[in-house]
């Protein structure tokens, strides 16, 4: 299966700099990771889960200078329904996530459809220390964008989301028209995106200076990165088994048996998969 392999897809764009900036720009990315805390639980090469991916991360050994982490939702719980008994665990996966994110040094995490699964009230106070973005977000308490320097470039990121229910939100285009109106050559435009790829479309045909797009939807993935106009869209497959790494090329990498050792989380996370394994109730049998 491709999505089974390290992929490396060579494509014309890449990152531009100027010529005096040496460092290269590595952007690391998520998104529709689901709650993805444990491996996927296949029967052949299970993938993906928060000990593999930090591991990754740290075997890299990335500059702070010269590197970005982002992610767009859906990321906290899976996109399927829960039932009542489920959510002990759920939380605690939720808790133990956005842990992992941070200890990524994410800079920036726009939400997604399962996100706040939960409820408005949960999602806040798990992702407190997260730098939730939300461009168009009507309500405070959310970053409307994130500015860092990394390599040489002034990085401006956006976020914005749509239809995810109990979340008022702005018109995308005007809210990102406030803030993208002015470019310099050293400015870096980034937006992560909740939306579906029609909708992206007809927003990225309106604000036509993003450089990159990182998308996260329930109903289309790309396998490959996506040119509209002059910016290119990313979007990893959902089930969080792989992660992205963009620099001038764009590089998917499985996050196999490879990356299987010990960390920080391991303890954690044999408590979150004991209270799945014992959250559904005990049916008696009858005679």
Known sequence: MFNRIITLVTIAVGLSFCAQAEQSLNLIYTNDMEGSVAT????????????????WYQQNNFSPTDTIYINAGSTLFPGSDSMDYEAEYLKLGASIMTE????????????????????????????????????????KGFLKEVKIIRAGRNIKIFGIVTGIKDLATTDAVEALKKLTSKKDKKDYFILLADTNMQQLTKILKKITNIDVVLSSSIEEQLTTPLQVGKTTVLRLLKGGDSIGLYKKENNVVFLGSSYNKDNEFTDRIKKYEGLQNTAAPKVKAEF
């Open 40 to 55: 996927c639980g296949c029967a052949v090469d299970p993938g993906g889960g928060i000990v593999r991916r930090i591991n």
């Open 100 to 139: 992992s994110l941070t200890s990524m040094n994410i800079d920036a995490y726009t939400p997604g459809a399962y996100d706040l699964k939960m409820g408005k009230d949960f999602f806040k106070s798990t992702t407190k220390k997260l730098p939730v973005l939300i461009t168009n977000a009507k309500e």
